[in-house]
């Protein structure tokens, strides 16, 4: 199994004038633009179309919705609510267990949870975090179930690269 955590677009500030929730805070236009840039990138590295579960909170939905879009997704997006700020890592560790183990799964959430849930899938302990760039990447793989401790980094992608790699052009193929 692949594990993608993709941590959620730049979105607007705190303002609880604007947003007296802060979970109804959404990508900004700059936000948008910066996270499909991210996304293409991604699916340029990815081989199969994803699973995508998201935190509900609007920035990360929106973010999801985004990768779902230009990946091709043909399931729909997933909401988990141990994604969101200060949720259960054994909850994210349980749902990713019953993914089929020759699926790609995306995980959009926020800082620093998925920097820690990086941590407990590589290390088994969320202590020694792998913290993301907002529209950056970490990809961890498994051989055999998901278990914490069990994962290998595969690649840490900042969101800089992820562009990068987005905007290239695709090379014409030789006759």
Same mark, same amino acid.
């Given at each position: 199994m692949l594990v993608v955590l993709f941590r959620h677009g730049p979105a607007g500030r705190r303002d609880a004038s604007r947003w $007296?929730?802060?979970?109804?805070?959404?990508? +900004?236009a700059k936000g948008v633009e910066r996270t499909r840039d991210a996304a293409r990138g991604l699916? *340029? @590295? @990815?081989?199969?179309? !994803?699973?995508?579960? +998201? $935190?509900?909170?609007?920035?990360?939905?929106?973010s999801a919705a985004i990768l779902?879009?230009?990946l091709d997704g043909k399931k729909s997006v #997933? +909401?988990?609510?141990?994604? *969101?700020?200060?949720? $259960?890592? *054994?909850a994210v560790v349980k749902r990713l267990e019953t993914a089929?183990?020759?699926?790609?799964?995306? @995980?959009?959430?926020h800082e620093p949870d998925l920097g820690k849930l990086a941590g407990t899938l590589v290390f088994g302990a969320p202590a020694t975090g792998l913290p993301l760039s907002k529209s950056g990447a970490c990809v961890v793989t498994f051989v055999g179930?998901?278990? !914490?401790? #069990?994962? *290998?980094l595969h690649a840490f992608l900042p969101p800089s690269l992820l562009r990068r790699v987005g905007k290239r052009k695709k090379k014409a193929s030789a006759a």
């Open positions: $007296s929730d802060d979970g109804q805070r959404p990508l +900004t699916g *340029r @590295l @990815l081989k199969k179309t !994803p699973l995508v579960i +998201t $935190s509900p909170l609007v920035r990360a939905y929106d779902h879009k230009v #997933e +909401t988990l609510d141990a994604l *969101r700020p200060g949720g $259960s890592l *054994r089929g183990t020759g699926d790609i799964v995306i @995980l959009v959430g179930p998901v278990r !914490p401790g #069990e994962g *290998r």
